[in-house]
């Protein structure tokens, strides 16, 4: 019986170890979690369902390569300014809310790999006869922090544009006649024209966008393991799937 005692004894505290092991894989905010800050104003890719629950593309994809990678998503939401702060300053292990790739930002995170691309487009009334050979002499909507915002105001001007901390006040803005028209990522422009009546999508030449998650500098083992998790979600067609549900939803 004394035997039988010890071997369990040990048994346990080999299971402990082994347990304790596995939480410790990658170092996170929050031990076996991704927390994950976010925008969630910007469908398709996040947003808000009737019962107060974050969905959308990324939010999809998130959980797989949480289920892959066996840590549980901690969603948090917030402005998008502050989420792309938040990994920064150790509140978030990433920022996933539609962030594009850009130089300055690579000095702020590691990146992980591209899962889409997008462009900037013009979204604004019917027959408000605005496009991209004249938004210049018009007010346009921005949400505050995104390329939308930068490009606005490098080539038409502070004057020209008005910041919002969230898409759906600038959508409210448009709607309102507080604003002409908003500079914004084309698939989401695409999904407001569907929830706003009256509202039309027109396109740009700003060039190509490319999307990716942002981590936290210094945590190798975890992007490695979130690239190694997406590259196969991307290469069975998974994410192109989740994209076209959300792009075809009404």
Not at 135 to 164: F, N
Not at 169 to 196: E, P, S
Request: hydrophobic share 45%; glycine share 8%.
């Amino acid at each position: 019986m004394k035997k039988l005692i010890a071997l369990i004894a040990v048994l346990t505290l080999s299971l402990a170890a082994f347990g304790a092991v596995a939480e410790s894989a990658y170092t996170t905010v929050e031990a076996g979690k991704l927390s994950i800050s976010t925008s969630p104003d910007f469908p398709p890719f996040e947003y808000t369902d009737d019962n107060d629950n974050i969905v959308g593309i990324e939010p999809d994809i998130m959980a797989l390569i949480c289920e892959k990678i066996g840590l549980e998503p901690n969603w948090i939401a917030m402005d998008f300014d502050a989420a792309l702060v938040a990994p920064q300053t150790g509140k978030t292990d990433i920022v996933v809310s539609g962030v594009t790739v850009r130089e300055d930002r690579k000095t702020m995170f590691d990146f992980t790999n591209t899962y889409v691309s997008i462009h900037q487009a013009i979204l604004t009334k019917e027959g408000a006869g605005i496009d991209e050979t004249n938004i210049g002499d018009y007010l346009i909507g921005v949400q505050s922090g995104t390329t939308g915002h930068i490009y606005a105001e490098d080539d038409y001007g502070e004057d020209h544009v008005a910041a919002y901390d969230k898409y759906g006040m600038a959508v409210a803005a448009l709607t309102n006649g507080q604003v002409d028209c908003i500079l914004l990522d084309d698939m989401v422009a695409q999904a407001y024209a569907k929830r706003v009546p009256g509202l039309v999508v027109l396109p740009t030449s700003y060039e190509q966008e490319d999307f990716a998650f942002g981590l936290a500098k210094g945590h190798e083992d975890l992007l490695s393991a979130i690239n190694a998790a997406l590259d196969e979600l991307i290469a069975d067609g998974t994410v192109e799937d989740i994209i076209v549900k959300y792009q075809t939803a009404e």
